[in-house]
């Protein structure tokens, strides 16, 4: 595990995840929250702070494959739930991984909803905010997408 991958693990996670469940979740639930999902090799219940998008019923968590917790969700949808503003919605999430327009559609919406995002990623936004192509081209095989479609009663 590298260095920075443990200081999100260790040390940004659990502090994120008390804020998130304090009185004072509204400084950052707006845009992270947490998804709870078990562990595809451990089977223990796993719980992680992303920032997220939410466009109706989908919510997309975008991540870079440095990362590993999005390992958990390859293969067919998984059951989770997406904690936002301190209520959990129960939904099925899907992985999308590998240059496709699937992933490179996901990312734009990602990117057109939280374009603070873009500089963490490496990409390049437009006048209009808008990704700019070339640069979602370099680096779309080293981003992974997680949509997650809420239950109908969210």
Same mark, same amino acid.
């Given at each position: 595990?590298? @260095?920075? %991958?443990?200081?999100?693990?260790? *040390? ?7 804020? &998130?469940?304090? /009185? $004072?979740?509204?400084?950052? @639930?707006? %845009?992270?929250?947490?998804?709870? *999902? ?7 219940? &796993?719980?992680? /702070? $992303? ?104």
């Amino acid at each position: 595990m590298s @260095s920075g %991958n443990s200081f999100y693990r260790y *040390f940004l996670n659990p502090v994120m995840r008390t804020l &998130l469940r304090s /009185p $004072l979740h509204g400084i950052t @639930s707006h %845009n992270i929250g947490i998804v709870h *999902f078990t562990g595809r090799k451990s089977g223990r219940k &796993l719980s992680t /702070p $992303l920032s997220y998008t939410r466009e109706g019923d989908t919510v997309r968590l975008m991540s870079n494959r440095s990362t590993r917790w999005w390992l958990n969700f390859r293969g067919e949808e998984i059951r989770v739930e997406m904690e936002i503003a301190r209520q959990r919605h129960p939904g099925t999430a899907v992985l999308l991984e590998g240059d496709s327009e699937g992933l490179r559609e996901g990312v734009r919406r990602f990117i057109h909803a939280l374009p603070r995002d873009a500089k963490v990623y490496g990409l390049q936004l437009d006048a209009n905010k808008a990704v700019v192509e070339s640069s979602l081209a370099a680096i779309a095989d080293q981003l992974v997408l997680v949509e997650i479609h809420l239950d109908a009663a969210n």
